[in-house]
Each structure stands twice: as structure tokens, then as C-alpha cells.
């Protein structure tokens, strides 16, 4: 009886376990160069959308290269130990530190690289460019480059077209604009004066140097920031307290400036959130063979996908800042820093059916009430799907099979077109008359 028992458990364990079936996540870039140039300004480096990875940065993402190699490759096998271009995916926006972060992140995940064939005699010559003068450098054996770097490719998009990670909305300097005249607000915005005024002090601001806005703040927390995490020099009478109250509402100022209102929230994470269910659902249905997606993003990115899933909010934020009663059970006001992470893990249960577990920097974030710590897929799908909008005709672009003069092609070029277009008629009207002249005359 005993041992029929053990049978039966054994089986039930065997048949019923669960099975990981593949992972989709998604990063913020490592640390970059100062977004903006508002102080102690190095006219020298890249700013804005051109700012560069630094080695910090670099840094963060092969580590976090290295725990992803640990979870999906070592503790649970999803993935083969060296890399194999029909299990994973790999794309980054089409901006420098993202594209140079998701590099990075591959050699902590695959950190060795092929070998080449041993050829000997006169085959050596076909490791070789036919260049004159070439020659294979010295120590690096068989590895087909040096310190056995593994190279994989990287899937981008036009900024104009990626509207998964880059957010590329041609509106949405109209709903900032919006955005920064509402109620909410104007209330964290005089709520702040006292930081204001400390922050001036502290960094001797007068006139038109001084901060009154709560996301010109913001903007310094970015240099700070960055300054900090690259060794670079730091105001010398800023204090650590009032460095951290900024630190504490940088998020709030990017929620307050982006997502303010659930439109937004739907609007920003309709294309990612396409995405991520259009690729799980190919896995489900069997016609993606697919294990690991990658993407290498941004801040705004990964914060939209945080409020859509209703893991923070604009409101559950300003009420903790404004010392309101917050009544959300769950509210993330840390900023998504550099190399935040989101997971979205995909599994089977052979009874329940396929369930996802949602990870956060590494821990598992509480999805559906009920059930804990998991969501089955259907109802997360269903959640999300129903917050879809028509991206393109909410922010105002062209269908694809829509052909937009002004936009596609020049001004003179169009005018040019129809002088010559009517050129054209006028011409064969006269060829016409003249015709009918000779005709009559015979």
C-alpha cells in the first residue's frame, strides 16, 4: 500500500509540474552621460538622446547579464549553455546606450564565444581578410575573436516607427503641455516650495537660476544622478537629505509629466503590452519556437508597463508624497533607475492551464489579488487587452495605407508637379485647337 502510494505521488508530482515555457524582459539601459546640460556642463559630451553608456553602466548590464545567464541557463535550464539563434531574441531601441547596453548584457549571458575550425598548412590563410599583411594576432588560439567574445545580433527599429520601446508619440509634447496645467499639479507643485527653496540655497541659485518647477528639479536629479553613479563631481553644498527627497519624488515628476491619466497609462503601454501577448501567444500556439526575448529600453518604457499593470499610479503616488490617506495596496515610487528590470516569465500547468509570474529587479510582484503572486495567462491577457487603444490614430500618425503629402514628400516638390501637370494639359488643349484649325482650313 505504501509503495502505491509513493507511486501515485510520484506520478501526480511528474504530471503535474510546472513547466517553464519562456521569458520576455525587458531593461532599462545602464548608466548614461547627463541627460541634460544644467550643471557644471561638459559642452564635450553627448547629451540628450545622443548620451552615451559609461563603464558604469556597462558594468550593471553585464552583471545583470550574468544573473540572467544564472536563472534561465544554470538554476532552470530554459535556455542551451552557449547561445543558439532559434531559442532567443534580442532588439533594442534605436538609440546609442540602449543598443550598447544590450551588447553588454549578452556577454554576462553568454560569455564565451565559438571556436573556429583548426585549419593547418594552407588553410590557415582561410581565417585570414585578403588583405596583404594580414596576419592573425598573437595568443588568441582558436577563439574566433579575443578573450572569446561572443557576438549576437540586435533587432532595431526606426525611432519613428518603434512605438514599442522608444514611446514615440507625435502628441505627446501636447499632452506634457496638458499635463503640467492640471489641479494635481499645481498641488505638488506648491507643496514643494520648501524643497525648492533649500535646493536654491544649497546650490547659491539666484534670479533666473533658481527652481520653482517640480519637474525642472527633476532635471537635476538626472545630472546628479549620473554625476553620482560615474564618479563625476557633485555640488559640494547639496545635502545628502534634501539629494534623497529628490530622489524620492523623481518618479512622481515623471508619472505627473507622462502618465498622468489612465488614457496615457493605456495610450504609452498599448504597443509593448501588443507585444509581449502577441509573442506569448505564438509560443502557446506553437508557431514561435522562441524562449528568451530580450529588449533594451527605457525609463518611460518600463514605467508605463509598472502603472498599466497597476503597480503604481500618479495618484497613489501624490497622495504618499502629500502625506493623503493612500488606499492603493500597491505603489512603486522609487524611479526606474538604470538597469531596472521587468520580467514577464511564462509557464504551463498541466491541470490549470498557462500562468505568468511578473518580476521586478528580481522579485516576484503580487498580479491578480486571488491568486497571489501568479496571474493565468488568459485573465492577465484578458486584463490588459481591454486597456488596448488605436495607438497610431491616438497619436496622430499615418496608417499604413495612408500617404501623407506633407509629411512624405516636399513642398516644392508638390507644386513643381502640378505646374508641370497643367503645363501638360494646356499643352495638349493647344495641340488640339490646332488641329481642328488645320482641319477646318482643309
Excluded at 502625506?323 to 509557464?347: G, S, W
Aim: glycine letters at 4%; proline letters at 4%; one cysteine or more.
Amino acid at each position: 500500500m505504501k509503495q502505491i502510494l509513493i507511486l501515485v505521488f510520484t506520478l501526480y508530482h511528474v504530471l503535474c509540474q510546472d513547466k517553464m515555457l519562456a521569458v520576455q524582459a525587458i531593461w532599462r539601459h545602464g548608466a548614461r552621460n547627463p541627460y541634460f546640460c544644467n550643471y557644471e556642463c561638459d559642452l564635450n559630451v553627448a547629451k540628450g538622446d545622443s548620451a552615451l553608456l559609461t563603464p558604469t553602466g556597462m558594468r550593471q548590464q553585464y552583471v545583470l547579464g550574468k544573473w540572467l545567464r544564472k536563472r534561465y541557463i544554470q538554476v532552470t535550464p530554459l535556455l542551451s549553455s552557449t547561445f543558439n539563434e532559434n531559442e532567443i531574441y534580442i532588439e533594442s531601441s534605436d538609440v546609442n546606450r540602449t543598443l550598447q547596453s544590450a551588447y553588454c548584457n549578452l556577454q554576462g549571458m553568454y560569455p564565451e564565444g565559438p571556436n573556429v575550425p583548426h585549419f593547418v598548412d594552407e588553410n590557415a590563410s582561410l581565417l585570414l581578410p585578403p588583405n596583404k599583411g594580414a596576419v592573425t594576432p598573437p595568443g588568441i588560439g582558436n577563439n574566433a575573436l579575443p578573450n572569446k567574445i561572443q557576438l549576437i545580433p540586435i533587432h532595431t527599429k526606426q525611432k519613428e516607427t518603434d512605438y514599442a520601446l522608444a514611446i514615440s508619440c507625435p502628441k505627446g509634447s501636447e499632452m506634457v503641455a496638458q499635463n503640467l496645467k492640471t489641479d494635481l499639479y499645481k498641488e505638488v507643485n506648491d507643496y514643494s516650495s520648501k524643497l525648492y527653496k533649500e535646493f536654491n540655497e544649497q546650490l547659491n541659485f539666484t534670479g533666473d537660476q533658481q527652481v520653482n518647477d517640480f519637474i525642472t528639479l527633476s532635471d537635476y536629479r538626472d545630472t546628479f544622478i549620473c554625476n553620482r553613479y560615474n564618479g563625476d563631481k557633485m555640488p559640494e553644498n547639496l545635502k545628502a537629505e534634501t539629494l534623497q527627497q529628490i530622489d524620492d519624488i523623481a518618479n512622481l515628476a515623471f508619472s505627473l509629466e507622462r502618465f498622468q491619466t489612465q488614457e496615457q497609462v493605456n495610450l504609452y503601454s498599448t504597443p509593448y503590452f501588443k507585444q509581449v501577448f502577441d509573442r506569448f501567444d505564438s509560443i502557446l500556439n506553437g508557431t514561435s519556437n522562441f524562449k528568451y526575448y530580450g529588449s533594451s529600453s527605457h525609463d518611460s518604457t518600463i514605467l508605463a508597463a509598472l502603472s498599466a499593470l497597476n503597480l503604481t499610479s500618479v495618484q497613489c503616488q501624490a497622495d504618499i508624497y502629500l502625506k493623503k490617506n493612500v488606499t492603493h495596496p500597491h505603489c512603486i515610487t522609487q524611479y526606474v533607475d538604470f538597469a531596472f528590470n521587468l520580467i514577464f516569465e511564462l509557464y504551463n500547468n498541466s491541470i490549470t492551464g498557462p500562468y505568468v509570474k511578473v518580476l521586478y529587479n528580481g522579485e516576484y510582484m503580487p498580479l491578480c489579488s486571488i491568486e497571489g503572486n501568479t496571474c493565468l495567462y488568459s485573465n492577465l491577457r484578458a486584463k490588459l487587452m481591454a486597456t488596448q487603444v488605436d495607438y497610431k490614430k491616438e497619436c496622430g500618425i499615418a496608417q499604413d495605407n495612408e500617404i501623407l503629402i506633407e509629411e512624405e514628400t516636399p513642398r516644392w516638390a508638390v507644386v513643381f508637379f502640378i505646374v508641370v501637370l497643367l503645363l501638360l494639359i494646356a499643352g495638349v488643349g493647344i495641340v488640339i485647337l490646332i488641329k481642328r484649325k488645320i482641319a477646318n482650313i482643309k
